[in-house]
């Protein structure tokens, strides 16, 4: 086997996904700690006056205590490459987040057991659903109450639309919590929390389930319902079929506490030896395959000024194909353009490190002159394929931006339109006033607080945002209609996108209903690709 074959075989690149506090930071926390990437707990995320925040770059997120950006950490594991693909956790997210999953070759979701499957999983779940990528389910929180075991199942599968397959079975929960029984090798897993300095941890010792110390640690109710439970589970539970798995249709479950760092190592293995090493990617000459010799990668996250002290704009590839050597000139397809990429990195977290080679899986930040938008394609010097696009998720929350400050024009101009190709926000302009009247449309509302801030302090522009109370958007297919002959527009905001195309912004979906009767033949675009 080639080198190369080799270093993409033992790839691993995946997002985690999870609804705010269920647990991700902790959870990906212990995984770095079996890589050995960090040695203390507690330095991925410092909230409000803790530890070092290894995975939040602006000070927004520091203020916060939140991660708003998407960051990548690699570590290695068990002669695995692991790259961990970080999507922002809180109630708002922008579109980077999804664009993070359209990076990723697996996600890893992490469910609150005393809480199932909430808000914030249900958006990313369908973004990795469209993509039919495997989805792995991390039950965490045993160590408190829980909601039934079957019913969170139940709910993964109604609410999300998945088949599960459980690889082990907890044994109670909260103060009742006493392991998890692991049904291929039948051993449990057994829980004892100890606290020590206030690091929790938990003693783990494994028992066959027929061995009679189990019977001191597991009393005879819980040890009769776990029987019954597993020959319920053996009978009525999907099998563990990896090709339903491999297409997102089926999602192995794992159940533990990440505080406690019980049953994180074994998801790590089981997880590891079932998801999958970089996957073919489409493009405009077919599936291209990660293992060929060539380097290709696609853009899919721009970030301006991650760094204040060298004003600088990064460009994240996900690389698809073959190897990356930085010493070799490559193609950006879209600029026509033959270039060396500059400076490139690979980010553990907040530190930055300069690589020369890298391969399929891997994704690299490199400084970016203001040439690469989101989903641009960059191949190997000869080849001129171009990857899928990413789509444009539409926006939900709009607002009108007033400059505060008329002197500062150019500055303004420059932030929003920066921070448009960013992609973190849309931009929109009046249909008839123009750019005198700015509109910025968001996916998650907390995308206009990082506006406003990054306006503030990287271009120094004071702005305020005046909310409008539209929620959905349309794209007008004919772009040449002169929207003025459209009728009962009452509460309906015309607007252009910055390439002039007309576009619609409603407050409920009744009223698009209501405007496509009124207008025969006017056809509303959802995305625009
Ligand atoms: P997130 O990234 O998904 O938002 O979640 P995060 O890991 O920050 O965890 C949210 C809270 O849940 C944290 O508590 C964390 O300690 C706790 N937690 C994570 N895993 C477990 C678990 O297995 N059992 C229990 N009981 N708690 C868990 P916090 O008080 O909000 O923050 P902190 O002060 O502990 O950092």
Redesign the pocket.
């Known amino acids: 086997m080639s080198d190369i074959t080799n270093e993409i075989n033992r790839r691993r690149t995946f997002a985690i996904i ?12 212990k995984f770095l700690l079996y890589g050995g990437a960090i040695n203390t707990a ?1 330095s ?2 410092g ?1 409000a006056n ?1 530890k070092y925040a290894v995975s939040d770059w602006m000070d927004i997120e520091k203020e916060r205590g ?2 708003v950006t998407s960051s990548v950490m690699q570590f290695e594991y068990d002669n695995y490459c692991i790259n961990i693909l970080d999507t922002p ?2 109630e708002d997210f922008s579109e980077d987040t999804y664009r993070t999953l359209m990076a990723a070759d697996s996600a890893v979701m ?1 469910i ?1 057991a005393s809480k199932g499957v909430e808000a914030q999983t249900i958006k990313l779940f369908k973004v990795c659903t469209l993509r039919h990528i495997p989805i792995f389910t991390f039950i ?5 109450e829980a909601m039934d075991t079957f019913d969170l199942l139940d709910d993964i599968e109604n609410v999300l639309g998945i088949r599960t397959c459980p690889i082990n079975w907890p044994i109670g929960s909260g103060k009742a919590f006493k392991g998890v029984y692991d049904r291929e090798s039948k051993i449990v897993s057994t829980f004892q929390a100890i606290s020590s300095g206030g690091a ?1 941890s938990a003693i783990e010792t494994d028992l066959s389930i027929d061995d009679n110390e189990l019977r001191n640690i597991v009393d005879d109710m819980q040890y009769e319902k776990l029987t019954e439970e597993i020959e319920l589970l053996d009978g009525a539970s999907d099998e563990l079929d990896m090709e339903k798995v491999s297409k997102g249709e089926l999602s192995p479950v794992f159940f ?5 760092n ?1 049953g994180i190592e074994n998801f790590l293995k089981y997880f590891l030896k079932m998801t999958t090493s970089p996957l073919p990617r489409q493009s405009s000459e077919g599936l291209i395959d990660p293992k060929s010799e060539d380097f290709s990668a696609f853009v899919f996250k721009i970030q301006a000024n991650m760094n204040k002290n060298h004003r600088d704009r990064i460009a994240f590839m996900r690389i698809c194909s073959g190897k990356f050597d930085a010493s070799k000139d490559v193609y950006h397809v879209q600029s026509k353009r033959k270039l060396k990429l500059s400076q490139p990195q690979q980010l553990m977290a907040s530190s930055r490190k300069v690589v020369d080679e890298a391969y399929a899986g891997d994704v690299i930040g490199v400084f970016d002159p203001a040439l690469f938008s989101i989903g641009d394609t960059i191949c190997a010097s000869g080849k001129k394929f171009e990857y899928e696009g990413i789509p444009t998720f539409a926006p939900e929350h709009f607002a009108r931006l007033v400059q505060l400050d008329s002197m500062k024009r150019k500055q303004f101009m420059k932030g929003v339109n920066e921070i448009a190709q960013e992609g973190a926000i849309q931009l929109f302009q009046d249909y008839q006033l123009g750019m005198s009247e700015i509109i910025a449309g968001v996916v998650g509302v907390l995308q206009f607080d990082v506006l406003k801030y990054r306006l503030e302090n990287e271009y120094g522009c004071d702005v305020r945002l005046e909310p409008l109370p539209y929620g959905y958007i349309r794209w007008v297919k004919d772009t040449s209609l002169d929207l003025n002959t459209l009728k009962r527009l009452n509460d309906v905001k015309k607007v252009k996108d910055m390439k002039e195309n007309p576009l619609l912004l409603f407050t409920n979906e009744w009223i698009i209903n209501m405007v496509l009767d009124n207008n025969e033949g006017l056809e509303l675009l959802e995305f625009k690709k």
């Open positions: 999870s609804h705010p506090d269920a647990g991700k930071t902790t959870l990906t926390e507690g991925v995320k909230k803790s939140i991660s956790g809180h992490v609150d965490n929180k045993m160590d408190r929790k533990g506490s990440a505080l406690n019980f």
